[in-house]
């Protein structure tokens, strides 16, 4: 099933599935590139089976958003278990991410996976210093829960986010 087939969007937005060369065009701020040249592997399952586009085949729902031709965001849920999910996501440095567009339409694919995969929880983990993304994980519903020391590939502390859906309503 495709999360992102009934999205709305104006011909200066795109919103496709991930692909590993939408990472390698993305100019991402510095602290994330650190992130990135201390991992032990190739992030969010690059090093799994791919096509020959270069999608990964095991986790669809990973997307790319783009602004006139522009990456600005990398993102998507990996499914933990049942009913847990956690997003990954790689934001661009670029000033449109923050668009309430942008905003809006990540927050309702989120949205769309979890009535989808039935999730009770999203959780994410965000570096402490990294002020930008987590006002961007914030306007996303995500709460903090944590503080977890010393947990990044570079050594950086994290907060860990999460959202949860209470179901027994």
Known sequence: MSVIKDLSLSPNYQVLPFRKSHMESINIPW???????????DIIGMSLPQDKDNSIQSNDLSYTYIYKG??????????????????WIMPSDSDDLIMLSVLSKISQIIDIIIEEYTLNR??????????????????????????MKQFGPEGGDYFMLSRTINREE
Not at 34 to 39: D, K, R
């Open 70 to 87: 522009e990456v600005l965001v990398c993102f998507g849920v990996n499914i933990l278990w049942r009913a847990v999910g956690e997003l």
């Open 31 to 41: 602290f994330e590139a650190q992130y990135i040249e201390n991992l032990a592997v």
């Open 122 to 147: 999203v959780q994410i983990q965000v570096r402490v210093a990294n002020e930008r993304t987590l006002c961007f994980i914030n306007s996303l519903g995500f709460e903090k829960e944590g503080l």
